[in-house]
C-alpha cells in the first residue's frame, strides 16, 4: 500500500532581490485508496508540493516522500496541460515513460488508452487532438505506468465545462477501479466536494490551514442537495479562515 | 464559359503561368527595338543554355563541372561551420556568460555582407580551394550559431519536467525532447546558412577562384557575352529550386510529419533568425 508522507515541509524561492516562501511547515500524512484534495487560492503552493513530491523540485528543509512499502513509489503525474510530446504519436508518448518498450508494455499503453475511449488515436499526433482529448491522453499515461499514487495538478481547469465534467467523472469511475491512492490539486471547491474523500486546505505563505473528511456517498451530483451544501460549508469554512482574495 | 475552362482560368498555375509566357513574349519583342547589342533576346538565352546542358561550352568548365565545383565547396564550408557553430550555439544558449561575451560578434557576423568575407578571404589566401572554403564558412557559421542557441533557450521546459517527474534517464529526454524540440532551428540554420554560404561561395569564386559556378559567369562576363551571364543566373535560379524541391522540402515533410497541417507557416517560421542582405 502507497503511502504519501509530508512532515515539516518548507520550500523558499530565492531570487536575486527577494526571498519567496512557498510552503511552510506543511505536514500531512495518506494511503490507501483515498482521494485527498489539496485546495486553497492561487499562490499557495499546491503546485510546488507536488513537484517536490514528484521530484521535480527539492524541497529547502523537511521530508516529502511517497513509499511503496519500503522503497520509493512509482507516481503518475496529471499537469494542468496535457504536457505531451508534440512530434511523437499518443501510443509514443505512453512509452516514453514506460521502463521497457516490449510488446506486453504497447499492449498495456494501449488498453489505457482504451480506458479514455482513445484506443483509435494510438498512431494520431497530439496536434490532431482536442484540448480534451489531449488531456485525457495524459490521464491515460498517468494510469500506463501502473503507479502506486497519482499525483493531478489542476487537470481539468483549462478545459470547457462539459468536457471537465464528463472527465471528472471518469476519473472517478477509474479511481473506484484501480484503487490508487490520489492527490489532486485545485483551486475549485466544488471540484473537490465532488470527487475527494479528504479535503486540505492551504492558506496562503503555503500554511496547512484545514484538513477535513468529506463522507459523502459516490457517486456524487454537484446539483444534489448534499454535495450543494457540502460546497457551501466549505467555502464558509474558506471565508472563516481568510483565504478568499479580497 | 464551360465549367472545365473556367476552373483552369481561375487556377493559380494558370495565372502563373501566363504572368512567366507575357513576360518571355515581351522580353522577345521588346529587343530589337533597342539600340544595344548587348541584351540577348529569350532565345538567345535559351539557345545558350541548352548547349551549355549538352556540355557544348566554349567556357574551360561545363555547366556540370562548374556546379559539382561550387556544390562540393558549398558543402565542405558548411558542414565545417556546422561543425564549429553547434557546439558555440549550444554553449551560448546554455550559458549567459557565453552568451554575453559572443553576441556582439555573432550579431556582426549575421549583418555582414558576404561580399566582405570573399574580399578578405581573396586577400589572405589567394587563388585557392581554400578561400571559397573559408569564405562559405565566414558567412554561414553565424547562421548556425544564432539559430542553435535561440533553439536552446526555447526547448521546453514543461515537458523536460514531465520527463524527470515521470523517471526518465538525462540521456532519454535530450534524445526525445531536447532532439526534436532543437529541429526546426537546425533546421533553419540549415536553410539560412546554406543560401548565405551560396551568396558568399560565388562571389569568392568571382574574386579568387578559377573555377566553380561563380567564376564562370565571370568569365561570361569578361567575355562580354550577355547571354552565357544572364544564362548562368537562370542556372543558379534553377539550381536553387531544385535544392529546395528535391532536398529541402522533403526533409522537411519528413521531420515535420507530426505538425497538424499543410497551410501552417513553414516550420522554420517559428522563432528563427533570418538577416537578408
Redesign the interface.
Known amino acids: 500500500m502507497a503511502s504519501i508522507k509530508v512532515q515539516s515541509l518548507r520550500k523558499e524561492f530565492v531570487t536575486s532581490d527577494s526571498t519567496v516562501v512557498a510552503l511552510e511547515n506543511a505536514s500531512f500524512e495518506a494511503s490507501g485508496h483515498v482521494f485527498v484534495s489539496i485546495v486553497g487560492p492561487s499562490g499557495c503552493g499546491k503546485s510546488t508540493l507536488l ?1 517536490i513530491l ?3 523540485e527539492t524541497p529547502t528543509s523537511g521530508i516529502a516522500e511517497i513509499t511503496e512499502g519500503d522503497k520509493k513509489a ?4 496529471v ?1 494542468q ?1 496535457a ?1 505531451l ?5 499518443v501510443m509514443d508518448n505512453l512509452l ?2 514506460q521502463k521497457d518498450r516490449d510488446a506486453e508494455t504497447r499492449e498495456r499503453c494501449q488498453r489505457y488508452l482504451e480506458m479514455v475511449d482513445l484506443g483509435h488515436t494510438a498512431n494520431k ?1 497530439p ?2 487532438l482536442s484540448g480534451g482529448m489531449q488531456q485525457r491522453v495524459g490521464i491515460a499515461r498517468a494510469f500506463s ?1 501502473e503507479p502506486d499514487v497519482l ?1 493531478m495538478d489542476e487537470p481539468f481547469s483549462h478545459l470547457d465545462a462539459i468536457t471537465g465534467r464528463s472527465l471528472r467523472k471518469e476519473l472517478h469511475h477509474i479511481w473506484m477501479e484501480t484503487r490508487k491512492t490520489v492527490l489532486f490539486v485545485t483551486h475549485d471547491v466544488g471540484e473537490a466536494v465532488e470527487l475527494s474523500n479528504r479535503m486540505v486546505i492551504f492558506g496562503q505563505g503555503g500554511r496547512l490551514r484545514e484538513d477535513m473528511k468529506i463522507d459523502l456517498p459516490f457517486p456524487r451530483d454537484p446539483a444534489d442537495d448534499a454535495v450543494a451544501l457540502t460546497k457551501a460549508n466549505v467555502l464558509r469554512t474558506f471565508e472563516e479562515l481568510d483565504l478568499v482574495a479580497s | 464559359m464551360p465549367r472545365g475552362l473556367r476552373r483552369f482560368w481561375r487556377s493559380t498555375r494558370t495565372a502563373r503561368a501566363i504572368s512567366i509566357v507575357s513576360f518571355l513574349v515581351g522580353w522577345q519583342l521588346l529587343i530589337p527595338l533597342l539600340p544595344t547589342a548587348l541584351i540577348p533576346t529569350p532565345f538567345e538565352v535559351g539557345e545558350f543554355m541548352w548547349a551549355e546542358l549538352r556540355a557544348d561550352t566554349l567556357a574551360p568548365e561545363t555547366v556540370y563541372q562548374a556546379f559539382a565545383t561550387s556544390l562540393r565547396r558549398l558543402v565542405t564550408g558548411f558542414g565545417i561551420a556546422l561543425l564549429i557553430g553547434i557546439p558555440i550555439g549550444l554553449l551560448m544558449g546554455l550559458f549567459k556568460r557565453v552568451e554575453e561575451f559572443l553576441h556582439d560578434f555573432v550579431v556582426v557576423g549575421l549583418a555582414m555582407p558576404s561580399l566582405v568575407w570573399a574580399l578578405i578571404a581573396a586577400m589572405w589566401f589567394g587563388f585557392v580551394e581554400r578561400s571559397s572554403i573559408i569564405t562559405v564558412i565566414l558567412a554561414s557559421v553565424t547562421f548556425v550559431i544564432i539559430n542553435v542557441s535561440e533553439g536552446v533557450r526555447a526547448v521546453p521546459k ?2 523536460l ?8 534517464s538525462d540521456l ?1 529526454r535530450v534524445r ?2 531536447v532532439l ?2 532543437l ?1 526546426p532551428f537546425l533546421f533553419a540554420s540549415l536553410r539560412y546558412g546554406l543560401a548565405n554560404g551560396w551568396k558568399g561561395l560565388v562571389l569568392a569564386e568571382i574574386y579568387a577562384s578559377t573555377s566553380g559556378a561563380g567564376w564562370t559567369i565571370r568569365f561570361w562576363y569578361d567575355a562580354r557575352r550577355a547571354q552565357g551571364v544572364i544564362g548562368y543566373a537562370l542556372f543558379f535560379m534553377i539550381f536553387a529550386l531544385l535544392a529546395e524541391r528535391l532536398v529541402f522540402r522533403r526533409l522537411s515533410d519528413r521531420v515535420f510529419r ?3 497541417s499543410q497551410d501552417q507557416p513553414p516550420p522554420e517560421a517559428e522563432g528563427s533568425v533570418q538577416v537578408n542582405i
Open positions: 513537484n514528484s521530484g521535480i512509482r507516481n503518475g503525474y499537469f496541460a504536457r510530446l508534440p512530434w511523437r504519436t516514453f515513460v499526433y496536434g490532431q505506468i499525483l | 514543461d515537458l519536467d514531465m520527463g524527470r517527474a515521470y523517471g526518465t532519454h526525445h525532447v526534436p524540440s529541429m507530426w505538425r497538424p
